[in-house]
């Protein structure tokens, strides 16, 4: 089933590619039953084993490792798009252009096209050579308030900079985000209602209601979730007395 996570599918089709290489008259066959979640991080899959000689046929409910030839290839990794994000938001934040090497336009991860999608609203996004380029707007430019956000886990880094700048939004498509480190969509509203605002879940997200945040000094808790503890630090860049526990557990990260 892979309405969860991508993860389940692409653990998988790495396990059989392993054993494909020493079983090479057998065909390895995953069928993906469910509603397809992140299938972008599937195909950047693919095509990774592809470089290394891996011969699979996708018919999307349906993966076929068909054949291994081994190459002895160089794979450079890219820098991480969905951590990005992070980054660009503290530029937003403090008006500083931004220069992110080893990611570019046509990036294989799928969060590229959220960040490209996302950051028009806050800043000038170009391309150098190998590098992402950021100039930050003085203020968001918004055209929408309902935002689809195709599963990302960028979500919270959004969520956080419209709570900042005061944005009644909807974010959608980001259901399968109650089943990652934590319940993400819960926690996050549980979040923002203990440093003063309100939000409403929805079937698929939520709503931001209110952006009130805090004088006193408020906890975050980031429910050993790396991801709380850098989207709600740019809450704390802008609001000192919002603290974030167990800031440690972002070394799953760095």
């Known amino acids: 089933d892979g309405t969860l996570s991508s993860q ?20 390895y066959i ?5 509603e397809e979640t992140s299938c972008g991080f599937i195909k950047m899959t693919l095509d990774m084993l592809e470089n290394f000689g891996v011969k699979t046929i996708n018919n999307k409910k349906e993966i076929i490792i068909t054949g291994i030839n081994y190459c002895d290839n160089n794979y450079d990794v890219e820098g991480d798009a969905t951590t990005a994000s992070y980054l660009f938001g503290w530029s937003y934040l403090k008006k500083f252009n931004l220069e992110i ?25 170009s391309e150098k050579e190998s590098s992402l380029l950021f100039e930050p707007y003085q203020n968001i430019r918004l055209d929408s308030n309902i935002f689809d956000l195709d599963s990302s886990d960028t979500f ?3 969520a956080c900079l419209f709570i900042l700048e005061n944005k009644m939004v909807e974010i959608t498509n980001i259901k399968n985000q109650n089943w990652k480190e934590c319940p993400r969509i819960d ?8 440093i003063g605002g309100k939000c409403e879940k929805t079937d698929t997200g939520f709503k931001i209601l209110e952006t009130n945040i805090k004088s006193d000094n408020v906890s975050i808790n980031t429910f050993k979730d790396h991801r709380f503890a ?4 740019l809450i704390s860049m802008r609001h000192e007395n919002i ?12």
């Open 156 to 158: 919270l880094t959004w």
């Open 8 to 27: 389940y599918v692409t653990g998988l089709i790495i396990a059989f590619s392993m054993l494909k290489a020493n079983n090479n008259d057998t065909d």
């Open 187 to 194: 926690k996050f509203i549980e979040n923002i209602e203990n």
């Open 243 to 254: 603290l974030i526990s167990n800031p440690h557990c972002v070394n799953k990260t760095y």
């Open 30 to 34: 995953i069928n993906i039953e469910g």
């Open 101 to 125: 090497p080893n990611l570019k336009f046509n990036s294989v991860q799928p969060d590229m096209n959220v960040l490209i999608k996302m950051l028009k609203y806050f800043g000038n996004l």
């Open 230 to 233: 850098m989207s709600f630090s």
